[in-house]
């Protein structure tokens, strides 16, 4: 812009380049030509949510990683194609975090359940609907005989029914009510374990209720 910069002889400028990346672009050639090209490689995920597992004192990590992983590569693989959708290191990464409190809030909880429990309610939320029964296969698959059934927030479930009763959004005699205060028990827990929140659904769908549900709940 017409004006000199004074540059320290120290600096250097990185680009980070993953076009195949949702939202990404190829960098253009004539700038591309002034850079000096570096390969990287993709991280072992494996190692990393063995150790991250460990870290977060699980005593089964090599297996559990490897569940892990695997349930990730084939959700990416057999689910549908979704903007919003992300099976990368940062999701890992959110749900290794949430498997460590988990476990800490219940130590007398076998580990994998812990494990499949964190799983199944950081990734439910965000799964369009003909892509639930897919993940549940999954994950009933890699956690054969498995259950790990929702627990707590029973306060929050009752304050979200008497606000929808109330205010004439529906009755627990409904057929999906129950489906509906799963949603904003799954939007307040995404809430607790992710900086942004994004609810998205079609016209009409129930997404203003469900956050104005949540509101008035707590």
Do not use: W
Not at 51 to 60: A, D, P, R, V, Y
Not at 130 to 154: M, S, T, Y
């Amino acid at each position: 812009m017409d004006a000199d910069v004074p540059l320290m002889p120290s600096i250097g400028i990185f680009i980070t380049m993953n076009p195949g990346y949702a939202g990404r672009s190829e960098l253009p050639d004539n700038l591309k030509a002034l850079f000096r090209p570096v390969t990287m490689t993709a991280p072992g995920l494996t190692m990393i949510c063995e150790n991250m597992l460990m870290s977060e004192g699980f005593n089964t990590a090599k297996v559990l990683a490897l569940k892990m992983v695997t349930l990730y590569k084939l959700t990416s693989e057999q689910l549908s194609k979704q903007y919003h959708y992300e099976f990368g290191l940062r999701p890992i990464k959110s749900v290794l975090v949430q498997a460590g409190s988990l476990k800490r809030m219940y130590p007398d909880m076998p580990e994998d359940a812990v494990l499949m429990r964190a799983l199944r309610d950081m990734n439910m939320p965000k799964f369009v609907f003909e892509d639930e029964p897919l993940f549940k296969g999954l994950l009933q698959d890699l956690f054969p005989g498995l259950r790990a059934d929702r627990v707590g927030n029973e306060e929050l479930k009752t304050n979200s029914t008497d606000f929808l009763e109330d205010n004439g959004y529906g009755s627990r005699e409904d057929k999906y009510f129950d489906d509906q205060i799963g949603k904003v028990v799954q939007l307040f827990e995404t809430s607790s374990t992710r900086h942004t929140t994004m609810v998205v659904g079609p016209t009409s769908g129930g997404k203003s209720v469900i956050i104005k549900t949540l509101a008035e709940a707590l």
